[in-house]
Every structure is written in C-alpha cells, then in structure tokens.
C-alpha cells in the first residue's frame, strides 16, 4: 500500500473526473430527453447555435436558411435553397464543455477562480465552435471535395485542440508575484 502513496493524486484526479464527467453527462441526457418547442428544436443550444450559424452566414451576405428537420432531430442548414448539412445535438459542443469542465473541477483548488475559468472557457469553447459550423458550411458550399477532410479531422483538431491548451493553461496556470 506504501507503494502506491505517490501515486495518490493521479487516482483522485482520475476518479473525481470519471466520475463528475458520468454524472455531468447523465444530466444533460436528462436535459435532452425534455420536449421543447418548434423555435428550441431538437433542444434550446442546438437551435440557438442554429440561428447564431444562420445570422452570421446572412451578415457574410449568404442567403442562409435553418429549418427543423421533420422526424429527426436536428435543424437543416440552407443556403441559396440548397442542404449544406444538419446541425445535431452533437454539433453545439455541450459534450465537449462537459469534458473541459470535468477535467478543471477535478484539478480545482479554488473554487472562485475554476467557476470562473469554466465559465471563461464555456464562452470560447461556444465560439469556436459556432466559428466552426459557420467555416463548415462554406467548406461545403464552396469546397465540397474537402467536406470530410473539414467535418471528420481539421475541425474536431481545431476545437479539441482549444480544449488542450485550455487544460493545459490551468495545469501551468501562471503564479501571481
């Protein structure tokens, strides 16, 4: 038992963040089973990053369109009357900021400054990734041969890779002198 004493902190930083991710995760499965309306279809964010998609698209000057897709939960992306893609549940990066949050509450030592960092990482983890889908739906209106190489590899980097530095930064975070 004497052997595994250095190694203490890594298995409570594992088990707190295993376990705030699970219950993080089941509560907004929880969120996603509710019934929402035809203005906050499939749910409340997806419809919202939707609509934000949309309104920078037609500043941009695209003739861009969302509508919800019947019998399945998502909304359509539009433009110039043409399906550019879907937009999920998966697509509003709840998941990913569930795991930001797991990860930082789990190497928390104050709680002022981790509800703060969460929140301050809640707000760009959201607008990369509406930077995302508004990149993503030009890839595909104007380069769909890239399509996959965008939505499967470049993308999912681009945000995990925020998230990355995110963790890393509040690991590293700098001491006030």
């Known amino acids: 038992m004497e052997r595994l004493k250095p190694y203490y902190p890594v298995f409570k930083f594992v088990i707190v963040f295993g376990v705030l991710y699970i219950l993080l995760s089941l509560a907004y499965y929880g969120y996603l089973q509710l019934e929402y309306t035809d203005y906050n279809y499939p749910d409340p964010i997806t419809a919202a990053v939707s609509r934000q998609t949309q309104t920078i698209l037609q500043w941009m000057g695209y003739d861009a369109q969302i509508y919800n897709a019947p019998g399945n939960p998502s909304v359509m992306l539009f433009i110039d009357d043409k399906i550019v893609f879907r937009v999920i549940e998966g697509c ?32 760009l983890i959201y607008l990369v990734n509406l930077a ?42 700098p001491k006030k002198a």
């Not at 030009?138 to 530095?165: C, M, N, S």
């Open 92 to 123: 509003n990066a709840v998941s990913v900021m569930l795991l930001f949050a797991a990860f930082v509450i789990a190497f928390a030592k104050a709680y002022k400054k981790t509800i703060l960092f969460i929140l301050i990482g809640f707000v």
């Open 132 to 173: 995302r889908l508004v990149s993503l739906a030009l890839v595909y209106k104007r380069l769909p041969e890239y399509q996959t190489i965008a939505h499967d590899i470049a993308f999912p980097a681009i945000i995990y890779g925020t998230v990355i530095l995110l963790w890393i930064y509040w690991i590293r975070k």
